[in-house]
């Protein structure tokens, strides 16, 4: 999905893909409120249609999916699913962005990294207390003893085991790799320990057929 300005200023959003080559369509640029491939200058509007391209006729093109846009709270909203159901009425209202006794301020951010990263360090309040001790960090954040024991389940194909909460610092301070091995062995539930065994064999097995050639 790509995002541009038509000529009318609004947002418009349309299948990042070039009916011509394949290209990313958010690779090139946009003048004239038209989105431009950057490989052979393939032009295409808001609505997913392709405009013109330098000595090629373009009428055969097929249609981009195009996709309904609104631009409110300083946020781009989009619908990607059926068109005809979309409906900005369902948006959600942001009351601190409209109130007077909020104030809140944004930008934008490149980060190269995969998207799932960035969702994990959003998510990760635990580490505020010690990256952003200066700034948003909390101590409350950081004190497991003001919370209860976090209970786990361990999900396998024949059911799921509760697994008795234990101290962090039990896996830290023991070394001896047997008891380590050992402890983890037990949480596995045993269809996906033999699983495991099964797929380890296989693999052993495959090696063996490669170091053969």
């Not at 690779?27 to 000595?55: F, I, R």
């Not at 946020?75 to 409209?98: E, K, M, R």
């Amino acid at each position: 999905m790509v995002f541009f300005r038509g000529p009318d200023s609004l947002i418009a959003a349309v299948e990042d893909f070039c009916p011509h080559r394949g290209a990313p369509l958010s690779l090139g640029y946009v003048e004239n409120g038209e989105l431009v491939c950057g490989y052979h200058g393939l032009t295409m509007g808001a609505d997913g249609k392709t405009a013109s391209m330098p000595g090629q006729r373009v009428q055969s093109f097929p249609c981009n999916k195009s996709y309904s846009t609104v631009e409110r709270y300083g946020f781009v909203w989009v619908w990607p699913g059926a068109q005809d159901q979309a409906n900005p009425s369902l948006i959600p209202t942001l009351d601190w962005a409209i109130s007077e006794e909020w104030a809140y301020g944004g930008g934008l951010f490149h980060i190269n990294c995969d998207y799932r990263l960035m969702i994990d360090n959003l998510m990760d309040l635990m580490h505020e207390t010690y990256v952003h001790a200066s700034s948003i960090g909390q101590k409350e954040n950081g004190d497991s003893s003001k919370g209860p024991p976090m209970n786990r389940f361990i999900q396998g194909t024949s059911g799921s085991k509760h697994v008795a909460p234990r101290k962090l610092d039990d896996h830290i301070t023991d070394t001896n790799p047997v008891r380590i091995v050992d402890d983890f062995v037990d949480d596995l539930d045993p269809v996906n320990l033999g699983s495991m065994v099964l797929f380890l064999v296989t693999l052993a097995g495959l090696l063996t057929i490669l170091k053969s050639f």
